[in-house]
């Protein structure tokens, strides 16, 4: 009797461990403010860290959408802190898109550079880039990353006839490419 009793307790603490462990989220690594400026961090917020990175991400789209831009970031970039993250690409454009409306120009181009880490054929970041650089008089810059989001987008429309140099872009060339409404319409424009 004394043995069935001790192997009801070691069965029940052995589930109660099993079930701790597997409920357990990763834990998030510490805020990198590198992407940051702002408001300072401590006067943004009250609430609980997230849990996850689709908590931190909708919470950024909630402040964003509040225009409370500093929030937004703050969140985002807190999302990015989750080992498990799955959506730096996507998050990091978005503090991109943010630093370039307020003007935060090397913010910016910090963002869109990290967000290629994750995906170099990320279209709209390199579309952003082209703009950044346009907007900061760096034309050639600019130029090259036009050439880059159009190139990207035609491998992601799975068109073999990618761009070779900048010397052959004409119109001509470029009203030839097939495109769809997610294509880089900006980098269009801006090589032609």
């Known amino acids: 009797m004394e043995v069935t009793f001790r192997r009801k307790v070691l069965a029940i603490l ?6 701790g462990c597997a409920s357990s989220e990763p834990e998030p690594k510490e ?51 989750f080992p498990d993250a799955i959506h730096q690409n996507k998050t990091l454009y978005t503090v991109g898109r943010i630093h370039s409306a307020k003007g935060n ?22 579309e952003e880039l082209g703009m950044l650089y346009t907007k900061q008089g760096l034309t050639p810059e600019g130029r090259t990353y036009f050439f880059r989001a159009i190139n990207a987008d035609q491998v992601r429309l799975n068109n073999p006839d990618l ?28 090589l032609g």
């Not at 052995?14 to 079930?19: A, P, Q, R, S, W």
């Not at 120009?105 to 390199?126: I, T, W």
């Not at 761009?163 to 801006?190: F, I, Q």
């Open 163 to 190: 761009l070779t140099s900048h010397s052959e872009v004409t119109e001509e060339t470029l009203k030839n490419l097939p495109y769809d409404s997610n294509s880089p319409y900006r980098s269009y424009m801006g």
């Open 105 to 126: 120009f090397p913010l910016a181009e910090k963002a869109f550079m990290k967000a290629l880490e994750f995906d170099e054929n990320d279209v709209k970041s390199l």
């Open 14 to 19: 052995l589930c109660v461990g099993l079930v």
């Open 31 to 81: 805020f990198d403010g590198s992407l940051y400026a702002g408001k300072p961090v401590d006067s943004l917020t009250n609430e609980e860290p997230p849990k996850t990175e689709m908590e931190a991400i909708t919470r950024g789209d909630t402040a964003l959408g509040n225009k409370n831009y500093d929030l937004a970031l703050y969140e985002y970039l807190r999302s990015l802190s």
